[in-house]
């Protein structure tokens, strides 16, 4: 009878630890807050396993999110990594009167209306760093012309320190939506937080 029950206790434990280890993980977008996310629904799982997660997401009206999670990254690894990835994206265009590839380098030659914006916000205690620009048809930065400026983005980048999760996120509307209120979708940008898994627990959110 004392076997039995020690072998429940210890199936029980196991158990609850199991169930308890999953939810705390901030796996995908499970430890992360903005406007509307509820209404997302996931298109495809690119990668899922212990070091990111990345996938696509959208919801009715056609608008997506493409997703980007790194776990268990230090600080200054995170900043090292935004740095470069900001860097290298502002390098990537170079001010022209119109747009073509460049002939001898990797620049994207865009007039100035059509090249990315950058921009840096305070975010609770940390900072979103993001670039407001156009994408075309196949959802590629660089959206030059207004042939070719198919939807607007918000690449953005905040880092939560006590997940120690790096999140790229890019909000891909299509630029006729964006036009009419493009303050409707800066707000959602920025209510971006990072939530606290315990406070995840407690809500019981079920999200990817």
């Known amino acids: 009878m004392k076997t039995g029950i020690k072998l429940l206790l210890v199936v029980g434990a196991t158990a609850l630890f199991l169930i308890f280890n999953h939810f705390w993980k901030c796996e995908g977008l499970r430890c992360l807050s903005f406007t509307g996310l509820e209404n997302y629904k996931t ?113 953005g980048w905040i880092y939560c320190s006590q997940q120690k999760n790096l999140y790229q996120l890019e909000f891909i509307v299509p630029a006729s939506s964006y036009d009419k209120n493009p303050e409707r979708y800066e707000g959602v940008l920025v209510s971006i937080r990072c939530v606290n898994p315990l406070n995840y627990l407690k809500t019981g959110r079920i999200l990817p």
Request: hydrophobic share 35%; aromatic share 12%; with cysteine.
């Open 43 to 155: 298109i495809e799982v690119y990668k899922n396993d212990a070091s990111s997660y990345k996938a696509m997401l959208s919801i009715d009206s056609g608008e997506l999110l493409r997703v980007e999670t790194r776990y268990g990254w230090e600080p200054s690894q995170a900043q090292k990594y935004i740095s470069s990835e900001t860097q290298r994206i502002k390098g990537l265009f170079a001010d022209a009167p119109a747009p073509y590839p460049g002939d001898v380098s990797n620049e994207i030659v865009c007039a100035k209306e059509y090249a990315p914006k950058y921009f840096e916000k305070n975010i609770g205690d940390t900072k979103l760093y993001y670039f407001l620009g156009n994408m075309n048809s196949r959802l590629t930065l660089g959206g030059c012309s207004p042939a070719q400026a198919v939807y607007k983005v918000q690449l």
